[in-house]
C-alpha cells in the first residue's frame, strides 16, 4: 500500500484507508485511498466559522441598538462616567454588579426596576447598563412604552419583534404611556412575553414602589405584579440633577457677578 499523503503544513494525513464493498455478491472488499480534511485545514474552518459568527453577532447588536431611545448625550454613557452621589451609589453598585452577572441572571430572566423622582439619574444608570453589555457583544434595545405602542398600531406581526428577541430590553420612563385598553394590553404583553420566555427587562420610572404595590387599577396592577416578579427594585434618591445643574451655575454667576 502506498504511503498516506500529508499536508505540507501541519503534516496531518489528508488520506484514510477503507474496506470498500465490491458489491459483486462475494461480500468481499477492496482496499480503497479516500480523502480527509487535516488539522490546519479543520482549524481554520472553525475559525472562519467563529469569525462569521462574530460579524453576525456585531451586525445583530448593531440593528438592534439602531431600534434604541439612547439620546445622543446617553449613546456613551459608562460607568465610569456616572457621577456617583448619596442617593445613586447603591444603585451604581447593583448595576455595575448586574453587568458583571449578566450571564447568570439572564438565565433566571431576572432583571432591575429602578425607580424613584424625577431627575435622579435612573435613565442614566439604565442606558450605561446598556452599553456596557452592547460593548461586550449582548444584544440589548433600550426604548419606552410609547414608542412600544407606536410599533403595535403598525399591525404588523413582526413589529414587536424586537423587544422579544433582544437579551436585555430596557424600558424606559414607565408611567409616562397612554393608559388606554390597548396601550395596557401591548404593555403587558411585552412584559408577559419576557417573562415566559425568562428574558430580563431593566425598567426605569417615576413611580413610587408604594403606587405600584397598591395600584386599585386592574389593568396596572397585573402588568406590576409581572415586573415584581421579574426585576429586583431599587430606589434612586437625592436632589435633581437639573436642579443641580441649575445650582451649579447659579453659584458660578454669583462668583462672576461678585456676590
Known sequence: MPELKKC???????????????????????????PKRCACSLKKEEELKQQMELYNRKREVERLRSLSLIDAKAQNVTFES???????ARALKIATRYVAKFDDLKATGQGVM????????????AA??????????????????PNILERALDFDSNSLDF???AEL??????????STDFALEQMYKVIDDRYRSKRPIILTTNLSLDHMKKCADIRYSRIFDRLFEM????????????KRSAVRQFDEMKKLLGE
Open 231 to 242: 426585576c429586583y427594585p431599587v430606589e434612586l434618591t437625592g436632589l435633581s440633577w437639573r
Open 8 to 34: 505540507p503544513l501541519c503534516g496531518d494525513t489528508v488520506e484514510f484507508e477503507i474496506d470498500f464493498p465490491t458489491f459483486d455478491g462475494t461480500g468481499k472488499t477492496v482496499k480503497r485511498i479516500v
Open 128 to 145: 450605561a447598563i446598556a452599553n456596557e453589555l452592547m460593548a461586550e457583544l449582548h444584544t440589548v434595545v433600550m426604548t419606552s412604552f
Open 114 to 125: 429602578f425607580y424613584g423622582d424625577v431627575g435622579t439619574g435612573k435613565s442614566y444608570i
Open 82 to 88: 456616572c457621577e456617583q452621589t448619596d442617593g445613586n
Open 163 to 165: 423587544a422579544s428577541r
Open 169 to 178: 430590553l430596557v424600558i424606559d420612563d414607565l408611567g409616562a404611556e397612554r
